[in-house]
């Protein structure tokens, strides 16, 4: 789904329609941050309580989430019989809500973007090309619970 490097847009050449497409793109990496960060605080009040309960089979858990990103119908690679994935971002330094604008130009500064959006872009080295081909971002939050029984 993604293409090749040597069709990478260099930051500094794109368009403004095409920075505000991303800046758009970074700001819903950042609402499903913030309701993975919302989210996960409610679940692990819930889980810590059946964690300290003896009685309760629950001995740990974990909170994962995932954010997959999706191509348009209209993207040259959609089929209509396949999933349309363009890559999928894990929960990345989710905890931590610092600005991580300062690898990208002077057009976005003022306009705060998390760690999963940059995660996207320099961790995986995502091309501004392909973020660009983002129509839609799917987010799993999924609960693992946790139980270890010791063999006598």
């Known amino acids: 789904m993604l293409t090749t490097p040597e069709k990478t847009l260099q930051l ?6 095409q920075i505000a497409k991303i800046k758009s793109i970074a700001q819903r990496f950042l609402e499903l941050e913030n309701i993975i960060r919302q989210e996960s605080q409610k679940i692990k009040s819930a889980l810590d309580i059946r964690v300290l309960d003896q009685d309760d089979w629950v001995q740990d858990f974990e909170i994962e989430a995932t954010m997959t990103c999706y191509i348009s119908e209209s993207d040259i690679d959609y089929d209509v019989d396949e999933d349309n994935i363009l890559c999928v971002v894990p929960d990345y330094n989710i905890k931590n809500q610092r600005d991580w604008n300062e690898q990208l130009d002077s057009r976005f500064v003022g306009n705060f973007h998390c760690g999963s959006f940059w995660w996207l872009y320099s961790a995986m080295q995502i091309s501004w090309e392909n973020i660009l081909r ?19």
């Open 12 to 17: 500094w050449k794109l368009s403004d329609e």
């Open 134 to 152: 983002i129509d839609s971002i799917y987010l799993d939050l999924n609960v693992v619970y946790q139980k270890n029984l010791k063999i006598l």
